[in-house]
């Protein structure tokens, strides 16, 4: 049982008269423990995109909610996914990310793993008694390729991506047609000290870009913004100008717009100004507090311009702190006994770009999964 406040199956349902989540739902371990494996357990989490796995013994090692998994490209060109822990006494196999021989030796005692999971030799285990290799291979995760990204899934009884995330591909897409050349220019990765839900709320307003913003409040006209709901997705959209402060768009850029996808239950896809580049952001919830934040940074180019430099910095040292510094402070702010346990979500009756209705849609997708 729980040890804090049920929230109602309709909670939320109504944005218009909505309170956010109790504050409890963002500190207590009981409801981090309750939703590793009630939502990050069973649901589709996006990890990469598909260049960092492009060639054969590519692989990469991702910390997801308690769990250290690998994914790698087979020599047979199959995209797999594994716990990263040795069958034999638990050891991690990989570590960071790269080209992996052609065969995952276990650093503890030499045990070796195809790249398709099974065993490949056992020191010594012809000797030990009913020893069964078909026992001995590496524990699978579901793993599937989804508009140009990778996707992982603890649950191997999980249907496809798109089941969770119906038309999402599609609208990515459109959104972005070069989605599939991208490559990574920057990573910046930090364990935030806030849960993994109050970087979604951040996310999903944009309530507090002129104040908070205003580098990017200069390029993307508020005004002109629109955040529509799909379920399990959001799409915000806003109408972009060139700007000193954030976006310079090329001329021959026609109707430059911005993009930002949310993706249930917390990856944001954002395609900026020109259409050319996106950057991600990967929340790895870790416990009741911290978030492992990968912010991935992607051009078409490997070799950058000055101008995507300049960018990569402007995100690195104005937008993304910027940002780090508000979710780090509602963290504190939370657990005062100044705070009223729930605050009003400011949702307008016009939905404009200032309004908070992505926020009521997004408690109400998390009081449902509270349910059992």
């Known amino acids: 049982m729980h040890d804090y406040t049920r929230l109602s199956p309709d909670f939320c349902a109504d944005p218009e008269r909505a309170w956010t989540l109790p504050a409890a739902y963002y500190s207590s371990d009981k409801v981090y423990q309750f939703e590793k494996e009630k939502i ?40 797999r996914s594994f716990y990263n822990v040795c069958p034999h006494r638990g050891h991690q196999l990989l570590q960071g990310s790269g080209r992996a021989k052609n065969v995952i030796t276990c650093p503890y005692h030499a045990w070796t793993f195809k790249l398709d999971g099974q065993l490949g030799h056992a020191r010594n285990c012809e000797n030990v ?9 590496l524990s699978a995760l579901k793993v599937e390729e989804y508009a140009g990204f990778v996707f992982i899934n603890m649950n ?15 609208s990515l897409r459109k959104a972005c047609p070069v ?42 006209q508020v005004d002109k913004y629109t955040h529509t709901l799909h379920g399990n997705w959001t799409l915000q959209f806003g109408l972009a100008r060139s700007s000193e402060k954030s976006f310079k768009i090329d001329p021959s850029v026609s109707n430059p717009s911005f993009s930002g996808y949310w993706a249930w239950p917390c990856t944001m896809f954002n395609v900026p100004p020109g259409a050319d580049f996106m950057t991600v952001i990967y929340e790895f919830p870790m416990d009741a507090e911290t978030t492992l934040q990968h912010y991935d940074i992607y051009f078409r180019n490997k070799e950058l311009t000055a101008e995507q430099q300049a960018l990569v910095e ?36 016009q939905r404009s770009g200032i309004s908070e209705h992505g926020i009521a849609h997004f408690h109400h997708l998390v009081a449902r999964q509270h349910q059992d």
């Open 129 to 137: 008694v009913d020893f069964d290799p078909d026992k001995a291979s």
């Open 40 to 79: 990050f357990a069973h649901s589709w989490l996006c990890v990469a995109h598909g260049s960092e796995l492009a060639e054969s013994n590519d692989y990469i090692t991702r910390e997801v909610a308690g769990e250290n998994i690998i994914v790698v490209r087979g020599r047979d060109g199959v995209l």
């Open 156 to 170: 191997l009884a999980a249907e496809p991506v798109e089941q969770q995330l119906p038309g999402l591909a599609d």
């Open 179 to 220: 989605i599939d050349e991208l490559q990574l220019a920057a990573r910046f990765v930090t364990a935030t000290p806030a849960n993994w839900k109050i970087i979604v709320d951040n996310y999903l307003e944009c309530y507090h870009c002129a104040p908070a913003h205003p580098g990017f409040a200069d390029s993307v």
């Open 314 to 349: 402007w995100y690195r040292t104005v937008f993304r702190p910027e940002d780090l510094r508000l979710v780090e402070s509602v963290q504190r702010g939370l657990k005062s006994r100044g705070y009223r346990s729930q605050g009003r979500i400011m949702t307008d009756r």
